[in-house]
């Protein structure tokens, strides 16, 4: 009788601590989400993988009543364009501007044209070459993967390694017109480029790296997340809601013209440049207002 009471008290224990271990286990995968992580804060936004940008339908030629073709600096160092260029290093799921552009570009997921302050080309014979236009010329560190079959080369770069702390300006195009089918004033942005400002030896000098089609990075921006203030970490949109609702601050230099002259070659002091700059921006928004004047 009393090694009876002894089995079925040992089975009790070994049942109770094989329930204690099962609940544990249990306790502890139920601290880690699906991936496999313990949330840290407040979820802030939602997925966007799946994101597609917002189709913008271009006009026909015939009902493009008026247009004007300007370009834009935009100096990350002015505080609305922090977004921009902050963070300097990956957090939080975020990463600058220019960290995104120049993955993109390795990945060749989007097309990269050299730039030219007089024109722009966006054909085959004009893309840039990568390695050597950008990797070597800037002395970014990597290393080559070349795929044994298709003998395609890929260049792996840390992020700590992107000189994404160098790139402080942005040089935009975009084109301001009026549809007379539907009756709008709009504006699209054609394409953005990078400016690396970095002293070589003889000075601090700007590189303008390439010219990026915009539309070929709206499905990619869509999908990322940009941080747009301090004062609500709640307050976030996509890169592509930033530039298509002009959360940016920019100045003009250069807008379309016969001689296609920059607004510092016939502008000798910084007033006058400003004051050109107003009456291109001035010039643009009276357009819209002579429009529905009648």
Same mark, same amino acid.
């Given at each position: 009788?009393? $090694?009876?009471?002894?089995?079925?008290?040992?089975? $009790?224990? =070994?049942?109770?601590?094989?329930?204690?271990?099962?609940?544990?286990?249990?306790?502890?995968?139920?601290?880690?989400?699906?991936?496999?992580?313990?949330?840290?804060? &407040?979820?802030?936004?939602?997925?966007? !993988?799946?994101?597609? #940008?917002?189709?913008?339908?271009?006009?026909?030629?015939?009902?493009?009543?008026?247009?004007?073709?300007?370009? @834009?600096?935009?100096? &990350?160092?002015? @505080?609305?364009?922090?977004?921009?260029?902050?963070?300097?290093?990956?957090?939080?799921?975020?990463?600058?501007?220019?960290?995104?552009?120049?993955? +993109?570009?390795?990945?060749?997921?989007?097309?990269?044209?050299?730039?030219?302050?007089?024109? /722009?080309?966006?054909?085959? *014979?004009? &893309?840039?070459?990568? /390695?050597?236009?950008? =990797?070597? !010329?800037? /002395?970014?560190?990597? !290393?080559?993967?070349?795929?044994?079959?298709?003998?395609?080369?890929?260049?792996?770069?840390?992020?700590?390694?992107? #000189?994404?702390?160098?790139?402080?300006?942005?040089?935009? !195009?975009?084109?301001?017109?009026?549809?007379?089918?539907?009756?709008?004033?709009?504006?699209?942005?054609?394409?953005?480029?990078?400016? &690396?400002?970095?002293?070589?030896?003889?000075?601090?000098?700007?590189?303008?790296?390439?010219?990026? #089609?915009?539309?070929?990075?709206? #499905?990619?921006?869509?999908?990322? %997340?940009?941080?747009?203030? *301090?004062?609500?970490?709640?307050?976030?949109?996509?890169?592509?809601? +930033?530039?298509?609702?002009?959360?940016?601050?920019?100045?003009?230099?250069?807008?379309?013209? +016969?001689?296609?002259?920059?607004?510092?070659?016939?502008?000798?002091?910084?007033?006058?440049?400003?004051?050109?700059?107003?009456?291109?921006?001035?010039?643009?928004?009276? /357009?819209?207002? *002579? =429009?529905? %004047?009648?």
């Amino acid at each position: 009788m009393k $090694a009876y009471s002894r089995l079925i008290i040992v089975a $009790a224990a =070994l049942a109770l601590g094989l329930g204690t271990a099962s609940a544990q286990s249990s306790t502890t995968n139920d601290f880690f989400n699906e991936n496999g992580e313990i949330p840290t804060n &407040l979820p802030t936004a939602y997925d966007m !993988k799946d994101l597609t #940008p917002i189709e913008f339908v271009n006009p026909r030629a015939d009902d493009i009543y008026w247009q004007k073709v300007v370009y @834009r600096v935009i100096d &990350l160092r002015e @505080r609305m364009n922090y977004p921009l260029y902050y963070p300097e290093t990956a957090v939080d799921g975020r990463e600058s501007f220019f960290s995104i552009l120049f993955k +993109l570009i390795n990945e060749k997921k989007v097309p990269a044209f050299r730039f030219d302050y007089t024109t /722009e080309r966006f054909g085959k *014979d004009d &893309l840039i070459d990568f /390695e050597e236009e950008v =990797l070597k !010329k800037f /002395e970014v560190i990597y !290393k080559v993967k070349t795929n044994p079959t298709t003998k395609v080369k890929t260049f792996q770069i840390e992020d700590s390694d992107i #000189p994404n702390r160098e790139v402080i300006k942005y040089y935009m !195009k975009e084109v301001w017109f009026f549809d007379k089918n539907s009756s709008t004033f709009n504006v699209k942005i054609i394409s953005i480029c990078p400016v &690396l400002v970095t002293d070589r030896g003889v000075g601090t000098q700007s590189f303008p790296l390439c010219w990026i #089609p915009f539309d070929n990075l709206r #499905p990619y921006l869509v999908q990322r %997340e940009v941080m747009i203030t *301090d004062k609500n970490n709640g307050a976030r949109m996509s890169y592509d809601d +930033l530039f298509i609702k002009r959360r940016f601050a920019s100045n003009i230099y250069k807008e379309s013209n +016969l001689q296609n002259r920059m607004i510092l070659d016939y502008n000798a002091t910084p007033e006058d440049v400003k004051r050109e700059q107003e009456r291109i921006q001035r010039e643009i928004l009276n /357009e819209e207002q *002579d =429009l529905w %004047e009648y």
